[in-house]
Structure formats: structure tokens, C-alpha cells
């Protein structure tokens, strides 16, 4: 048996546009299906397009022929389109709407009919009438849509004739544009006497522009039933709403209202439009700008239109709207929000605003949103009648819904029944119905629980007594974990051991320990209680100092030291060290008085003297960390220099202290800054972890890290002295350099000339490490002094070689603005350099500021007129251009900018360009200071606006 063979179902092939010339009453046939292909928007193109090409090649009488049907066509199409100016604007670029609207007066205006267009309305004929109305209305359109900076659409359609697509049609767009704004008032004048007009007229359809064009004389017999009718409503208000948007957009408020108004009023005349078709949405927005209501036909006002209301009238039924929200929920949580914010503005403890709150609460509730967390603190102190208004709003809301928005506010109700007065008002109102009697029961039981007294150890009950004896001493033992004052820790300590002697109550929490050196000595006391007393002293403190409760951590330390003082010398050092930690996490730099500074300094330089000893227990190195610390952030370099003990963070802390003493003479220091620039390396480098001895110590060998690099930065942004961390800035950003080897995104330094320039093995480095490092620490010492120059501009370059271009503006700026005194004196040349101006001119123009671009191409020396000229020949510009034009002051980019201006046919910021160029005090025969003066005004200015931008 032979396969059966189905036969393949033919594809349509497309109409082509050249056929309708052929036959053109095969269009009509064609646009009534729905699904035509071509579209009508493609046809529409297509003929206009098509006729605009062919209009520079009439020599024969074919040829203009030619050209007459694919005009008639395209308007065929637009009569198809019911002369719809949005469809139709979204079909063509703008020369070609223009196109064919003058295309429809032309055909309009035959000698034939014998009537002139300047004639009063009334006396114009509906075809003519509808021409030079549909052309006015798009002029007043174009005028409102090309006043608002949009960026230029891409050229998907045919090109425009004789040359480019993007450059030409732009010319051409702004020569139409051009030419419609000089006739705007004869178009607002032709609008406004059509609004006298009162009789209902007619549109072209096909057939009318078939009759018009090729059979005058049967036009002239088409009988009334043969036109498409428009009524005089729909007519003048489509008209309204037009001139009402126009008004609007020159400022006319009254004006605009009294469109909008009568727009309105004649909207229930309005059935089944043809004709009129206004965007309701901006329609809504112009009234609400006018206050005035807007309605839609046959509705009635929105909820939020009814919120509106009230808010105008101080709040009148307002309550009853945002319940009645909170089952219809058509206004947003934003606007509701807004209502809150306004309420609370004006009556911030009346009873209305505690009422408002509770109904956006409910409405949060039913939408599943977070509540703030001020309001159910509000709930629980309310006034009675504001927990009764709760329960209302609440059941008011559910009573109708469904289970799953009922189980919100159960579960709502849950989280706040430790107030009786909330329970109570629900045990009263309809609320209750939400629960169940055991769900309710359970309630009342969680508030009697939460209402009881707190345990007390000075209470005599019978939990004292042998039989409830592990449950007291559960009790007490979870007090100790939670309190951190030291004569509650005795206290309770006191009772443990009295109702648990010979026990030690120090392993509680597997977070309490403490380090093995103080365990083994405490561990030697013979008195269980003083053993759990240092312990719990020693581990609270630590507590306390990482929360950063200073002053309590150190008095858990005093308690502790004065409780081994006369039994452990070894351990009340220690603790003495603990004490000195504390104290100089809790200093604020700058705040001690000479002779508190010199104790200070003592009491640390004797805790560094203990690091190695054999009868003393050696200091934590978070302690040595913040002794070197404190000696680093006060600038006490010799005493740095003289720590006889040298462990890691020291030897740094040495390197660093070597090189800020002999800073102002940078060949006197260059030794110590390669032995730091080395640990830097090694530090980064991709070996960096430490190898441990069989004591858990670093095994300090040649070649290796003296630090890991996590507890290098952690260490490093600690420092607060200005001159340390421009020294540890400098050298982190040199070894960036060093690794990128980019000249082009060289990162500033305040010591170039430190530093070595090479590397011995660059690829053990990791060059991201270094990058991130780098980052992160110029990033924190700019917040520790936000106003150091060097840093800011290191900050700056960091951005631009990130192509972060507007952050790194922003840092340029900020860097200058200090020793310029907000730039009303000229920025210091070793601070912006030709090469800062350069990365400014580049980041603006990534940011398509061109304008900007140009007038920094005179802070050059010599100017930069190729880069100048360059960025004024761009069209797309994001900066305030003409506003910018009075910071010019080089003749020869004022004038190529005239030039550029007039080509563009700009003449409004031509006019701006001369204005500049012709002002006296740019004139050539000025002497040189004079001159200098303009130019140093001008560089304020320019300057001054980019910090209005950026900062």
C-alpha cells in the first residue's frame, strides 16, 4: 500500500504595495481583513514613503501620475485609520505624517471648490475643515511632545531621500519641526475659532477621497448618507482636549481648566466615538493638575478620587473610605501611606491619626506586609475606645472573607495577646467569633503566664526546699548566664555554692573559655567560689568588650583583680593587661589630658615589655595589637622604635614607625621603606599562610609572610594616625601599579618616589588581593578624614580605572574643593595636572556630556580644539548645554560652536552662542589680566556647576 501523499497547503504570498496602483479598488477589500499583510500601517508607509522619492523625478506625465495615486492611496489608508493621529504618528516618522497632512490640504484645496482656507470655519466645507484641523492638531502636538528631551528613536523605516538614514531624517525632522513652530499661533487661532462651531459634520472615507480626487463632479452629488457623521460633541471635544493640553503645557492654567471643563461637560453627548480619541489616563492627570474631577462616563468616583475629596475637606469621612478599602483593596499600600504621613503632619496625637494607623495596619495584614513595629507598641498602650475601633476595623474586614484572610488576623492577634486590655476588647466585641473556646482559652492562659513576677533568689519559696532543689539551682544558673553586672554574678555565685558547695558552676555555656595560661593558674586556687568568680569576671569581660560595654567590661576586670590580687601576682598582671585592653578599646583619640596620656603610654610600653617574659604571663597579641596601637596612633615612633620584643605586628608596627620619622626626607628613609615594601609583597603574595611551631606559635622563617593577610588588613584599619596610613596607602597603591603596569590607569599616591618600581617574582603576587586590599583601605581612611585631598584623588583614579565615570567625577571634585576654597581659587596644579583634566574630559564624555567636554578642553595647556570640536559635533548630549555656553571663553570654540548651531538650524542656542562671543569682556584688545580674570571667573563657574551635579 502507497503512503497517502497530504497535500501541502499553499503560503499566501503578500500583496506588494505596487499592485494597489494597478488596482485601486482592491485596497478597500484588502484593509477589511483583520488579518491583511500588508498592514495598514505598512501600506501606509509604504505610499508615503514611496511618493517622496518619486517627487524628484516628475519629467513625464506618468511619472506625475504616478505620484497623485500613491498620495490618494496614503490618505485612502488614513481615511481607513478614521484619521486616527496616534495611529497614524505611530505608523510614520515624523516628516512623513507631515507629508501627508499637506498632502490632504493640497488635494482639499482644488481651484475647483473655489473656497479659501482663511475664511471663517463655519463657511469651510467638513472635508476642508477636517484637513486643516487634522494638520493644526498635530502641529499643537508635535510642539507639546518635541519640548521634552527624548532620546532620538532608531530609523527602522524606509530612509529619507538623498543621503543617511539617521542624519537625514533628523534634519529633516527639525526643519518640519521648525517650520510648525512658526506657525503655531495661526494654528491655535484656527483651533480656537472652530470651538464657535455648532453643527455636525462629516469625515472622508475612502470612497470620499476616491470621489474627491478622480470624480469631482460625482462628489459633489454624494448624498448625506454616504459620508461618515461625526457629532458636533465628539468634535469639539477632541478639540478641547487638544488646545486644554497646549494650554497646559505654555503654563495657562485657567485656560486649560476651562478646556478640560467643557470637554467634561459634553462628555455624556459623546456615543460610540469615531472621531474623538483622547488618552483617558492623561486626560485624569491634567484635571487632577487643575482640580478639577474627572469622571468617566457612567461611573461613579474611585475610591481614591473619594480620598482625595476628603483630604481637601480636613479629613471628612475619611475612616469609612479606608475601611471600606480594606475589603475592595483598590487603593495602594503606597497612597494609603501617604494618607498616614499627611494625618500625622497636621494631628500627630489626636485620635484620628492612632484610627488611620489601624486601618493601614489591618489593610497590611490582609496583603501579608510587615507591620512597623511602633504601631503594635502603640496598640498595646492604646486608649480603650481605640482598642474597641481595633476589634471594629478588624471584624469589619473578615466578617465576609475567607478562611485564609481570617487566619491572618488570628495569627496577628496571637503575636499581641500579652496585653489583657487588647484580649479583653476582643473577649467583648464580634472578634471572638474568629476563635474556638480552647483557642481562646489558650489566649487567656498566655497572658496569666506572661503577667507573672520574675524569679528572685531573695524570694523564700518552696523551690527552696531539698525536694525542688535541681530546679532552684537551674534557676539561678540561667540567671548567671544572662546578667553581666558584677554584683549579681557574686550574688548568685554566692547562692550556688551555698546550696551546691564543692562544685564548680564555670561550664555552663560551651562559649565561656578563657586562654590555657589564665585556666592553669586558676585553676590552682584551692576556693571553688573565687575559681568561678575570676572565671565568670574574665569571660563576661570579653563579652562585654566585643558588645562594646566599656565600662561594664571593666568593672568585671577590677572585681576580678581585686579578688587575686593577694593570692595570684602572675594572674593580677595579667588581668592588669585585660584592664589596659579595655581602656584603649574605650579611648577616643585626642580626648586624654597630657598626664593621662603619659600613664597610658606607660602602662603600655610595660605590657610590651612582657611579651617574651618568663615570670609574667605573656599579653594576648589582641592586647600587644592595641598597645602598638595606641603608641602608632599618637606618633610616638622612638617609643615604637625601643619595644626590645619583636613579634610580627611589631616588626610592622617598627617598619612603619622608621619610615614616618624620616618622612620629610624621603633618601633617608628608603631602606626601611624596601623592608616594608617586602613584607607588603610577601604578604600578598599567593604562599602567605604561616607555618605554626609545636607551641601553636608562627615559625618565622626567611622568605615568609610576617603576617596572614586577613589579620594585616583587619590590623592596618585600626591606624588612625594621618601620616601611618598615607605611608600604608601609598605603598598599597604603588604595589597595585607595579602588578596593573598600565600607565594609562596609574592610581595617585602621595609618595611616588618611596618606593621600589619592580618586583622580583611578579607572579607569586595575587594581583586581585592587592586590588581588593587597595579598595577596601582607601575606602576607610576616606571615612576616617573625608576631607584629605591626596586621598580623595587616589579614590577618584580608583573609580576611573573602574569606568566608574560619574563616582569618579564626583571624587575629582571633592579632592579640589578643600585648597580651592570651593574652587574660587585656582585648583593647585600638583593636585589636577593636565593628565586629571584629561580623565575628567573622558568620564564626561562616557557620560555623553559633551558640552562639558568642550569647556574643559580649555583647562588644557595648550586648548585641545580637535577633542573640543569633536564633542560639539555630537548629537545626543545628557548635560545642560546652552547653560553651559557662558564658561566658554576660547574664540575658536565659541566660534566652531556658532557654526555647528546654525548648521543644526538651533537657532535659539545660536542666538545664546553669539550673546557669549560678543560679550566686552572676551574682546581680543583686553589686556592679559583682564583676560586672566575671565578665565579664572569662568573656570569658578564651570566647576562650581559640576559640584552642584555631582555633590
Excluded at 191 to 208: K, Q
Excluded at 232 to 244: S, V
Excluded at 825 to 839: F, G, T
Aim: charged letters at 20%; glycine letters at 4%.
Amino acid at each position: 500500500m502507497e503512503p497517502q501523499i497530504i497535500p501541502r497547503v499553499p503560503t499566501p504570498v503578500p500583496i506588494l504595495w505596487f499592485e494597489f496602483l494597478l488596482n485601486q479598488n482592491q485596497l478597500e477589500t484588502h484593509l477589511s481583513d483583520p488579518d491583511a499583510d500588508p498592514s495598514a500601517s505598512q501600506l501606509l508607509m509604504q505610499f508615503v514613503d514611496q511618493s517622496i522619492k518619486a517627487q524628484g523625478n516628475l519629467e513625464t506625465s506618468v511619472q506625475v501620475k504616478k505620484v497623485r495615486d500613491l498620495k490618494i492611496l496614503a490618505l485612502k489608508v488614513a481615511a481607513h485609520m478614521k484619521w486616527n493621529l496616534g495611529i497614524i504618528q505611530e505608523s510614520l516618522p515624523l516628516y512623513m505624517v507631515h507629508k501627508l497632512l499637506k498632502d490632504f490640504m493640497e488635494l482639499v484645496s482644488n481651484p475647483e471648490l473655489k473656497e479659501q482656507v482663511m475664511t471663517t470655519s463655519d463657511r469651510l466645507d467638513d472635508h476642508i475643515l477636517m484637513a486643516f484641523m487634522l494638520f493644526n492638531r498635530w502641529s499643537v502636538r508635535v510642539i507639546i511632545e518635541n519640548s521634552y528631551p527624548t532620546k532620538p528613536p532608531k530609523i527602522t523605516g524606509p530612509q529619507a531621500p538623498n543621503g543617511n538614514a539617521a542624519l537625514n531624517v533628523a534634519g529633516i525632522n527639525d526643519m518640519v519641526i521648525k517650520t510648525v513652530r512658526d506657525m503655531t499661533n495661526e494654528s491655535i487661532q484656527f483651533m480656537e475659532n472652530s470651538l464657535s462651531m455648532a453643527r455636525d459634520i462629516t469625515i472622508p472615507t475612502i470612497e470620499t477621497i476616491h470621489k474627491l480626487s478622480y470624480e469631482f463632479p460625482a462628489f459633489l452629488e454624494m448624498s448625506l448618507s454616504d459620508h461618515c457623521h461625526i457629532s458636533n460633541a465628539e468634535f469639539i471635544q477632541q478639540l478641547c482636549f487638544d488646545l486644554g493640553s497646549y494650554y497646559f503645557h505654555c503654563g495657562q492654567i485657567e485656560k486649560t481648566a476651562g478646556m478640560l471643563k467643557k470637554a467634561l461637560d459634553i462628555n455624556s453627548q459623546v456615543q460610540d466615538p469615531v472621531y474623538c480619541d483622547i488618552n483617558k489616563q492623561k486626560l485624569k492627570g491634567l484635571c487632577a493638575a487643575c482640580n478639577l474631577d474627572f469622571m468617566p462616563q457612567g461611573s461613579q468616583p474611585s475610591l481614591e478620587q473619594r480620598l482625595a475629596s476628603s483630604l481637601k475637606e480636613e479629613y471628612k469621612g475619611l475612616i469609612d473610605l479606608l475601611i471600606e478599602d480594606n475589603i475592595l483593596k483598590e487603593v495602594t499600600l503606597q497612597y494609603r501611606q501617604l494618607i498616614q504621613h499627611d494625618v500625622h503632619s497636621k494631628q500627630p496625637t489626636s485620635d484620628l491619626y492612632l484610627q488611620v494607623c489601624t486601618c493601614n495596619a489591618v489593610r497590611q495584614i490582609m496583603d501579608g506586609v510587615p507591620l512597623n513595629p511602633k504601631y503594635i507598641q502603640m496598640l498595646k498602650t492604646a486608649s480603650k475606645e481605640n482598642i474597641t475601633f481595633f476589634t471594629m476595623v478588624c471584624w469589619k474586614t473578615v466578617q465576609n472573607s475567607d478562611d485564609r484572610l481570617k487566619e491572618k488576623i488570628k495569627l496577628f492577634i496571637r503575636t499581641i495577646s500579652s496585653s489583657s486590655d487588647v484580649l479583653r476588647a476582643i473577649g467583648s466585641s464580634e472578634l471572638k467569633q474568629l476563635f474556638t473556646k480552647d483557642e481562646f482559652t489558650e489566649l487567656i492562659f498566655q497572658v496569666d503566664n506572661q503577667s507573672r513576677p520574675a524569679f528572685s533568689v531573695r524570694s523564700n519559696t518552696v523551690l527552696q526546699q531539698k525536694a525542688n532543689k535541681a530546679l532552684y539551682i537551674g534557676q539561678i544558673e540561667q540567671q548567671l548566664l544572662t546578667t553581666n553586672q558584677h554584683q549579681r554574678i557574686q550574688t548568685l555565685l554566692t547562692e550556688l555554692h551555698r546550696v551546691a558547695p564543692n562544685k564548680r558552676h564555670s561550664g555552663l555555656s560551651e562559649l565561656w573559655k578563657i586562654d590555657k595560661s589564665y585556666s592553669f593558674i586558676i585553676d590552682g586556687m584551692g576556693n571553688k567560689k573565687l575559681q568561678d568568680v575570676v572565671f565568670l569576671m574574665l569571660v563576661k569581660s570579653r563579652h562585654c568588650l566585643q558588645i562594646k560595654d566599656f565600662k561594664t567590661a571593666r568593672s568585671l576586670l577590677t572585681t576580678a583583680f581585686d579578688a587575686v590580687k593577694d593570692t595570684s601576682l602572675k594572674l593580677g598582671k595579667a588581668i592588669q593587661h585585660e584592664i589596659l585592653h579595655v581602656d584603649i578599646c574605650a579611648l577616643k583619640l585626642g580626648q586624654q589630658t597630657a598626664a593621662e596620656k603619659n600613664n597610658m603610654t606607660h602602662r603600655a610600653m610595660g605590657c610590651l615589655g612582657t611579651i617574651q617574659s618568663d615570670r609574667d604571663i605573656p599579653p594576648r597579641p589582641e592586647i600587644v595589637e592595641r598597645c602598638l596601637l595606641y603608641l602608632l596612633n599618637y606618633g610616638m615612633w622612638f617609643t615604637v622604635l625601643n619595644v626590645k620584643q619583636r613579634p610580627p605586628v611589631v616588626q610592622v608596627g617598627q617598619m612603619l614607625s622608621e619610615i614616618c620619622k624620616d618622612i620629610s626626607n624621603i633618601n633617608s628613609c628608603r631602606r626601611q621603606a624596601k623592608a616594608l615594601w617586602d613584607s607588603f609583597v610577601q604578604i600578598f603574595s599567593s604562599s602567605n599562610q604561616l607555618k605554626r611551631s609545636a607551641n601553636g606559635k608562627p615559625a618565622n622563617k626567611a622568605g615568609q609572610a610576617l603576617m596572614n593577610r586577613m589579620e594585616f588588613l583587619s590590623f592596618i584599619q585600626l591606624i588612625e594616625e594621618p601620616t601611618v596610613m598615607s605611608v600604608i596607602a601609598s605603598c598599597l597603591i604603588k604595589l597595585h601599579n607595579v602588578l596593573k603596569d598600565d600607565a594609562g590607569n596609574e592610581v595617585y599616591h602621595q609618595y611616588p618616589n618611596l618606593w621600589p618600581t619592580t618586583i622580583t617574582n611578579v607572579s607569586s603576587v595575587v594581583t586581585d588581593a592587592v586590588t581588593s586590599g587597595m579598595t577596601q583601605y582607601v575606602q576607610h581612611i576616606i571615612q576616617h578624614n573625608p576631607h584629605q585631598s591626596s586621598w580623595l584623588k587616589s579614590q577618584a583614579d580608583i573609580h576611573y580605572g573602574d569606568s566608574q565615570h560619574a563616582a569618579a567625577i564626583k571624587f575629582y571634585l571633592q579632592s579640589a574643593m578643600l585648597p580651592s576654597n570651593f574652587f574660587t581659587s585656582p585648583v593647585p596644579k600638583q593636585l589636577w595636572d593636565d593628565a586629571v583634566y584629561r580623565r575628567i574630559i573622558k568620564c564626561c564624555s562616557y557620560l555623553k556630556c559633551h558640552t562639558q567636554v568642550a569647556v574643559f578642553c580649555q583647562f588644557l595647556e595648550p586648548v585641545d580644539h580637535p577633542t573640543a570640536f569633536k564633542a560639539l559635533q555630537e548629537r545626543i548630549c545628557y548635560d545642560a548645554m546652552d547653560c553651559l555656553y557662558h564658561c566658554f571663553w576660547d574664540m575658536g570654540i565659541l566660534e566652531y560652536l556658532i557654526y555647528i548651531l546654525n548648521k543644526r538650524n538651533e537657532l535659539v542656542k545660536k542666538r545664546k552662542a553669539v550673546d557669549v562671543i560678543g560679550q566686552v569682556e572676551l574682546n581680543s584688545c583686553n589686556s592679559t589680566e583682564i583676560f586672566s580674570e575671565v578665565i579664572k571667573k569662568r573656570k569658578t563657574m564651570m566647576l562650581q556647576s559640576m559640584a552642584k551635579q555631582y555633590l
